[in-house]
């Protein structure tokens, strides 16, 4: 099994950046692949970015491209999302979650959930 732990959400004005960290712990937390899903208020649940458990790659959805840098510290099981140039619809809460086998981008394919960080963009 394996826990999450988010932080670093908080409120920033647009164009403002936010450094959000994720630490993982249990038995199989270095094995697994550790994502990034965000949920805003009324709305489905959205892929942001995942690593692989030796960080040697990411993935990143089309909405944040360009702006968002994923990081891993594979010895402390850790990950990092660094947010740049943050507009409103940025607003949500975020998730970080964990698989042990599946896709990178598909939320049902992640069986271990973080508690959530806010994240709020104002105008």
């Known amino acids: 099994q394996v826990q999450l732990v988010e932080s670093g959400g908080g409120l920033v004005q647009a164009g403002g950046s936010l450094r959000l960290s994720c630490v993982a712990s249990?038995?199989?937390?270095?094995?697994?692949?550790l994502g990034w899903f965000r949920q805003a208020s009324g709305k489905e649940r959205e892929f942001v970015a995942a690593?692989?458990?030796?960080?040697?790659?990411?993935h990143y959805g089309d909405s944040v491209k360009g702006r968002f840098t994923g990081s891993r510290d594979n010895a402390r099981s850790t990950i990092y999302l660094q947010m740049d140039n943050l507009k409103p619809e940025d607003t949500a809460v975020y998730y970080c979650?964990?698989?042990?086998?599946?896709?990178?981008?598909?939320?049902?394919?992640?069986?271990?959930w973080g508690q959530g960080t806010q994240v709020t963009v104002s105008s």
């Open positions: 979650a964990a698989t042990l086998s599946g896709s990178y981008t598909y939320a049902s394919r992640y069986n271990y």
């Open positions: 249990g038995p199989t937390a270095s094995m697994a692949i």
């Open positions: 690593t692989s458990p030796s960080a040697g790659y990411t």
